[in-house]
Nanobody, 114 residues
Framework: VQVVESGGGLVQPGGSLRLSCAAS????????IGWYRQAPEKQRELVAA???????NYADSVKGRFTISRDIRKNTVALQMNSLKPNDTAVYYC?????????WGQGTQVTVSS
């Protein structure tokens, strides 16, 4: 299983970005997918998750601004990030847990700065 994130970049405060998580060798819709982020000198934290049922969960800090969604046809999971703030700056990772093993991508950098 290989997990790949994309879509990061530099954006001004108040702007938007859309991240995408793709995985080879597995159908994402049948698994829980989590988006995490890690800022410099901080621990990695859960940002959003989507479950096989389609239900979602968000960190309080991103509720109302971020949306996680699944594209069954493309076999991807997206994280739509709106109203971005400087403290959203971090490397964003996609996590795919399968049994006792968690598969992570290489991460994509999101920088929010004017």
């Amino acid at each position: 299983v290989q997990v790949v994130e994309s879509g990061g970049g530099l954006v001004q405060p108040g702007g938007s970005l859309r991240l995408s998580c793709a995985a080879s060798g597995i159908i994402l819709g049948r698994n829980t997918i989590g988006w995490y982020r890690q800022a410099p000198e901080k621990q990695r934290e859960l940002v959003a998750a989507i479950f096989p049922s389609g239900s979602t969960n968000y960190a309080d800090s991103v509720k109302g601004r971020f949306t996680i969604s699944r594209d069954i046809r493309k076999n991807t999971v997206a994280l739509q990030m709106n109203s971005l703030k400087p403290n959203d700056t971090a490397v964003y990772y996609c996590k795919l847990p399968i049994g006792s093993v968690s598969y992570w991508g290489q991460g994509t950098q999101v920088t929010v700065s004017s």
